[in-house]
């Protein structure tokens, strides 16, 4: 079924400067929440754990919540969008968001916290995916590599100074305040849509697959319940983390098939057919996975191993923010007349450059060599980010926008679950690799205790052994972080041939096949 649209002038040129403005401002502080509360209550954990009496592995389910939720919601939000109308959906999302972050601030045990960010991550998937079409509806065709530089600046700036702001709300005020922080803008952000927001043009509503939602939920679940259980569980040593790998790759399996032979997917077949798109979804599951797992392992790093305060470590990493506002807003002035994918290249490689070096860090690295660092790899996820919007739908028939950008947002979800997950597992892993090794050297008749200087780290008396396993330890935390930091820079190498498989738009895009079209957007 193809998509009609109610009135021939499109939306961009039916509205004003003004009102482009304020929504553009009311749909970029959607954007910015969603992406903050992926990140935001990361620092705050030790402290909710103690008020909420939980142990580690249950406190862990404050994040999980949220991300299966955002993950398994945002698929059917071009459907949603076109069945009661983008308006009206983002304002219920908005609404919906807002009091659960309330409700989050507000909780006094750890069940209520666990469905509180259930009901945020599912309200809030649709903040990002109906952010970006809306921007793409109400900008003309010469201004939407602006449009998609604002966009991305949100996308992005919110995990990289999620830990940063819930460090410092934490610290001089309570944990409480990380959710809190949410509703002043979600109030305004509201009210902006509800006023100057226009109604969608009446369109055909395609049928909801049903099918299609049912299996990729349950493999998300699956596969988040994996992701955070095998830790605990001693990974495919045990029978529970192998049924629900079993269960998210067969749910996976299912998916693809349901989607390849079902006339009306969850997901429209256009979105993968098109060569840019394909390998922007692709690329944008590896952006995702670095993004929130380098933020993730350098949060800890400096405070355990470098000894850094809450503060000053989220002050430590606000850097990175201003290297990808500073490769967004370059991009956006470019635009195209700088070859996109020669853009993206040079933003994959001072990822990889900045990764690298990581990997060589130990804990007395100085001040400036971090925000050296940190700021290089936020321009580089910049550089990379904010082209890639451009190339994505740039050959992507305009009808398929809506589940293009939900599938792109899903795929980021999935990527910053996967990486979160795996990096924290490596250093784990590696370090208790390494303890073992390292602990294997260490023998009473070793040369160094033999010296008076050294005798107090004596493996045979109790007090050398506690400090001499705290060393130990220390040190294949070290090797351990740089085996993870290493892991995500040979994970961003594929990047590089992803390029390859993107071209440059020579034409306009050719119109969708009868039954893809879910989101009708000029």
Partial sequence: MSATVANPIPLHERITPLTRTIVTICVMLATLMQALDSTIANVALPYMQGTLSANSDQINWVLTSYVVAAAIMTAPVGWMSARFGTKNVLTVSLIGFTVTSMLCGVAGSIGEMVIFRFLQGVFGAALVPLSQSTLLNIYPIEKRGSAMSIWGMGVMLGPILGPTLGGYLTDLYNWRYVFFVNLPFGILATIGVIIFMSK???KPVPGFDWTGFAILGIALAGLQLALDRGETKDWFGSNEVICETVIAALGFYLFTVHMLTSNKPLLPKGIFT??????????????GLVLLSSSALLAPYLQRLSGY????????MAPRGFGTMAAMMICGRLGTKVDVRLQMLVGIVLLLLSLYWMTLWTPDVSSNWIITVIVVQGFGIGAVFMPLQMIAFATLNPALRGDGAAAMSLTRNVGMAIGTSVSSAIVTQMSQYEHAVLSWFIT????PFTTNAMRMLDPTTSLGAQQMDAMIQRQASIIGYGDAFKALMISSVPCLFLLLLMRKPKAAPKPAEPGETHMAMD
């Fill in 200 to 202: 969608d043009d009446d």
């Fill in 274 to 287: 098109d060569r840019n798109m394909l390998s922007a979804i692709l690329m944008m599951f590896l952006v």
């Fill in 309 to 316: 305060s809450v503060r000053s470590a989220g002050l430590e």
């Fill in 444 to 447: 009473p008749f070793a040369h």
